[in-house]
């Protein structure tokens, strides 16, 4: 497990991601291990959220999606609370045993990328460091996506990270804010929460706060 730190070498002061220029190879970062956005455990907010029986499945068999899923620790902890978990990633070697612990939990591991994903339909979406990571040229499309996986009345959840980064300082992490997500949801989805973390994570130089949106019904349903 790599403990995030402000002093990691390679990804320095963000904890998650760095100043790496131009595209990410993340299959590299998983096998040299140089992953400093990795909590080792679930995001305290999710875990906070969790326990307090609030993000509970609406129904039994309720589906969760966790883009940029990565190690997986967040899609655990959802499906140990009940969720059928879709974890997905672009790199396959961080499913491994997770695929297997999720398998037990009713759930998968999915090897693909979020911008072309297609499955039914889920009732969550669990956004945790994915919106940051992604080229900002693929916001958009990533928003369509996003509201063509959601069922009407789903609910996007996201852990908006790096708040407060300017633009020209670049990324991965990007920074990005509730209303950049958002604005790529569209008309789609209503913000219902907006607030500050009360649980951050340790060590992370930019704000943190949470997000959650939720899918309007189909009549409502219309891409800008
Ligand atoms: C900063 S890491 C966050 C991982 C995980 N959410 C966490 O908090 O530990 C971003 C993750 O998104 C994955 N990723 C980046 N672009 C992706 C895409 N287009 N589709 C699916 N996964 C992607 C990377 O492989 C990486 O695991």
């Known amino acids: 497990m790599v403990t995030p730190s402000e002093d ?13 220029p131009g595209p990410v190879d993340w ?24 326990s307090g029986g609030s993000l509970a499945p609406p129904r039994d068999g309720a589906r969760a999606l966790v883009p940029g ?11 140990r609370r009940g969720w059928t978990v879709v974890a997905l990633d672009l790199v396959g070697l961080v499913g491994g045993d997770l695929g297997a612990a999720l398998a037990r939990l009713g759930g998968r591991f999915v090897e693909g990328d979020a911008l072309d994903f297609e499955d039914e339909p889920f009732d969550l979406i669990w956004d945790h ?22 069922l009407p009345g789903g609910l996007y959840a996201a852990l908006v990270f790096p708040f407060g980064k300017p633009e020209s300082e670049g ?26 973390v009360q649980r951050k994570a340790p060590a992370r130089r930019w704000a943190e706060r949470f997000l959650l949106a939720r899918r309007r019904g189909p009549d409502l349903a219309s891409p800008a």
């Open 171 to 196: 990324g991965p992490p990007h920074g990005m804010s509730s209303a950049d997500l958002l604005r790529v949801l569209g008309t789609r989805a209503e913000a219902i929460e907006d607030v500050e």
């Open 129 to 150: 460091t994915f919106f940051c990571a992604i080229d900002p040229a693929d916001r958009g499309p990533w928003g369509a996506r996003a509201g063509e996986l959601l």
């Open 8 to 20: 990691g070498p390679a990804f320095p002061a963000d904890g998650v991601g760095g100043e790496v």
């Open 69 to 79: 899923a990565g190690r997986g620790h967040d899609a655990l902890a959802l499906a």
């Open 27 to 50: 299959a590299d970062c998983y096998r040299s291990g140089q992953t400093p956005w990795d909590l080792g455990g679930a995001h305290p907010e999710l875990s906070r959220r969790l």
